[in-house]
Nanobody
């Protein structure tokens, strides 16, 4: 069983930055960041393999978002820079402790989810 506690998020103007944090209570193989807006499917934006810190990004955020981890704190971060209004969404942290293979940004590859945090970017 893994519990995830998210923090961060909030409101910012376009071009600004925010950092999300997600603390995990147990072993994870990989952790991901997803976002969702009303009426749309949950979209994977970034993922990080906790054993080695390898990170992957959706094309829509590549070069603007950075995923990182603090192994000692069992916490992952999502640094979001150059934010755009289209980045507005509820952001979810997710964890996989099964070592599931396949597309790392697919929601189905994760079995634990955080509570979500709102990110609002105004123009």
């Amino acid at each position: 069983q893994v519990q995830l506690v998210e923090s961060g998020g909030g409101s910012v103007q376009a071009g600004g930055s925010l950092r999300l944090s997600c603390a995990a209570s147990g072993y994870t193989h990989k952790m991901g960041w997803f976002r969702q807006t009303p009426g749309k499917e949950r979209e994977g934006v970034a993922a990080i393999y906790t054993p080695d810190g390898g990170a992957y990004y959706a094309d829509s955020v590549k070069g603007r978002f950075t995923a990182s981890q603090d192994i000692a704190k069992n916490t992952v971060y999502l640094q979001m820079n150059s934010l755009k209004p289209e980045d507005t969404a509820i952001y979810y942290c997710a964890a996989d402790n099964r070592g599931t293979l396949g597309y790392v940004l697919a929601p189905a590859k994760y079995n634990y989810w955080g509570q979500g945090t709102q990110v609002t970017v105004s123009s």
